[in-house]
């Protein structure tokens, strides 16, 4: 089946830092991108969406100039989340979209996510 | 607004014994149904997918039926295994603009003791 990477799978950094997570499908071209965050004991909340070389759309309450998408490729996009703070501490998960068959289903294929730890 | 509910919140059951996973959703107007487990600290794998148009999905010791009219799914489990402990989650795909968004429920924490 299709593979979604993310790197790195873990991150610890210091407050006001900037942190990159990759999410990268290597084996198929995604057609979008997604980006959800998990609290602890909480559902998968998307994040924003994005489709390449386009800017990403963003969920009510979620901030664009914090948590900064590009999607530069068919098979890389990345999340920076900017002057961190603890409270941005959270799983982050990935997932890439591919139309299968010549109908229009569309699959998401989830990354294995990115612990982040803001001290 | 799209709002997915899993009940019940955990469950600890003995090895072997049979069970059922509930999900309801608030809206019917949906492209598709999927149930994922997910283990501590890891990704999602997707277990099964009911498009709208179907009634139940079944592989292996795992059943999903699809009640689009009254907004619920169950995921039925045959003689449970330790190694099926994990949070299980239910997710509904509502058209979204351009894009299909997936709505999750908060899950299942399943608990298969030995």
């Known amino acids: 089946g299709a593979v979604v990477s993310q790197h790195p799978s873990r991150v610890i950094c210091k407050s006001g830092t900037s942190v990159k997570i990759e999410c990268r499908s290597l084996?198929?071209?995604?057609?979008?991108m997604f980006w959800y965050r998990q609290f602890p004991k909480q559902s998968l909340m998307l994040m924003a969406t994005?489709?390449?070389?386009?800017?990403?759309?963003?969920e009510q309450g979620v901030e664009k100039d914090k948590f900064l998408i590009n999607h530069a490729s068919l098979t890389l996009s990345t999340l920076t989340v900017t002057s961190a703070h603890p409270e941005d501490s959270s799983f982050y998960i990935c997932?890439?979209?591919?139309?299968?068959?010549?109908?229009?289903?569309?699959?998401?294929?989830f990354g294995p996510g990115t612990r982040l730890l803001v001290l | 607004k799209q709002e997915v509910t899993q009940i019940p919140a955990a469950l600890s059951v003995p090895e072997g014994e049979n069970l059922v996973l509930n999900c309801s959703f608030t809206?019917?107007?949906?492209?598709?149904l999927q149930w994922f487990r997910q283990d501590p600290g890891k990704g999602l794998t997707s277990l099964l997918l009911?498009?709208?148009?179907?009634r139940e999905q079944t592989s292996g010791r795992l059943n999903a039926s699809l009640d689009k009219s009254s907004g619920r799914s169950t995921l039925y489990i045959a003689a449970s295994q330790p190694g099926d402990s994990a949070t299980y989650l239910c997710?509904?795909?509502?058209?979204?603009?351009?894009?299909?968004?997936?709505?999750f429920g908060k899950g299942t924490l399943l608990t298969v003791n030995p």
């Open positions: 997710a509904v795909r509502v058209v979204g603009g351009s894009n299909y968004k997936l709505t």
């Open positions: 009911i498009q709208s148009s179907q």
């Open positions: 994005s489709n390449e070389g386009s800017k990403a759309t963003y």
């Open positions: 084996d198929f071209q995604a057609t979008t």
């Open positions: 809206d019917s107007a949906i492209y598709n």
């Open positions: 997932s890439a979209s591919r139309v299968l068959g010549t109908g229009s289903r569309e699959t998401q294929y």
